[in-house]
């Protein structure tokens, strides 16, 4: 596993990569539904449940410089409400990325702590 404060330093374009290559790898589908900034754009996550619900997160680094997951919305909300919230946050910053991960079990694959409830 690699030391948090080592992906301060990493750019979000290698983050992003090497987040789809772990969800590959464990046989769950994932790809970049949106490119941001190759270097500092913010990273969502958001997770499909294939049952037409999901849940999001966000990566944020707190102020001890460690990088953590905020739950954005919780498993189990309609898509309709993420595509309304991500069209949102893409207006506000289209820097942005968006991972979509397809995981019938709703796992997101992170390695970072959990900023809020995640079931």
Request: without cysteine; proline residues 4%; glycine residues 8%.
């Amino acid at each position: 596993m690699i030391q948090t404060d080592m992906f301060m330093r990493l750019k979000s374009e290698l983050y992003v990569q090497a987040l789809v290559r772990r969800v590959q790898g464990a046989l769950a589908a994932a790809y970049v539904a949106r490119r941001g900034d190759t270097d500092a754009g913010v990273i969502f996550i958001r997770v499909n449940r294939m049952d037409g619900t999901g849940g999001v997160l966000s990566l944020f680094t707190n102020l001890d410089g460690e990088r953590l997951a905020r739950v954005v919305l919780p498993p189990g909300t309609p898509e309709p409400e993420i595509d309304t919230r991500l069209a949102r946050e893409m207006t506000r910053d289209p820097d942005i990325w968006v991972i979509d991960i397809e995981d019938v079990a709703g796992r997101h694959f992170l390695d970072e702590k959990i900023d809020g409830t995640w079931s």
